[in-house]
């Protein structure tokens, strides 16, 4: 079965302090990957995805980036943090098959505390 | 501009009675549906999903219904649990090849034993 880790669960980090949120799938290949954040009170807003090794497609424009380095590896990075960053980073899994209706599984999620 | 939306932030039920949470979408190319389930602290479950081509789909306890023509779905679990306490959110999809999916801002269900 397939399995999908994050860390760290919590992370408190300093503005201006730089980010690496790691994720992790086992059990499948060639998955899509995804980020998400969820700000508080607020719903999921997707970041990154990607849909094989060095391809990644940004959503929405900010301090963040990611890379993919290996098949079923995907990291989440920023080089200087804001106080905005704060909030639920989850990171998700899909079959990433052509044809196949998307169904996205998520990780346990990293709280960061931006101060 | 939303394409998904809960209009319901929260709910409040009776255990064992029916819970009814609601979503609404703007965008006619969305042709696949999923709910999932948010505990705090923890990451989505995806629940149960729906196609188009379908107007209901049921797994145990939970189904979810979609009306294409009113743009509206919604997902029924009887009978409720407390352990249903949760926040829920609906999920869009357009179609086979689009690997994104939309979610709404969620609906917090507490269940009151």
């Known amino acids: 079965s397939q399995t999908i880790h994050q860390w760290p669960a919590t992370l408190v980090q300093p503005v201006g302090s730089p980010l690496s949120l790691e994720c992790t799938v086992e059990g499948t290949s060639n998955p899509n990957l995804y980020w998400y954040r969820q700000a508080a009170g607020r719903g999921l807003q997707l970041l990154f995805y990607s849909i094989g090794i060095d391809q990644i497609s940004s959503e929405v424009p900010q301090n963040l980036s990611a890379s993919r380095p290996q098949d079923r590896q995907f990291i989440l990075s920023s080089k200087k943090l804001l106080l905005s960053d704060s909030g639920f980073y989850l990171c998700?899994?899909?079959?990433?098959?052509?044809?196949?209706?998307?169904?996205?599984?998520f990780g346990p999620g990293t709280r960061l505390l931006v101060l | 501009d939303q394409q998904v939306k809960q209009n319901s932030p929260s709910l409040s039920v009776q255990e064992g009675r029916i819970s009814i949470l609601n979503c609404d979408y703007t965008?006619?190319?969305?042709?696949?549906f999923l709910w999932y389930k948010k505990y705090p602290a923890e990451g989505p479950t995806f629940l149960i999903s729906i196609s188009s081509i379908k107007d209901k789909n049921e797994d145990g306890r939970f189904t979810v219904f979609l009306n294409k023509s009113a743009k509206h779905l919604s997902l029924h679990i009887v009978p409720s649990q407390p352990g249903d306490s949760a926040v829920y959110f609906c999920a869009a999809n357009s179609g086979a090849g689009s690997y994104q999916l939309t979610f709404g801002k969620g609906t917090k269900l507490s269940v009151i034993p």
């Open positions: 998700a899994w899909s079959v990433g098959l052509a044809g196949v209706r998307e169904t996205q599984y």
């Open positions: 965008n006619s190319m969305f042709d696949y």
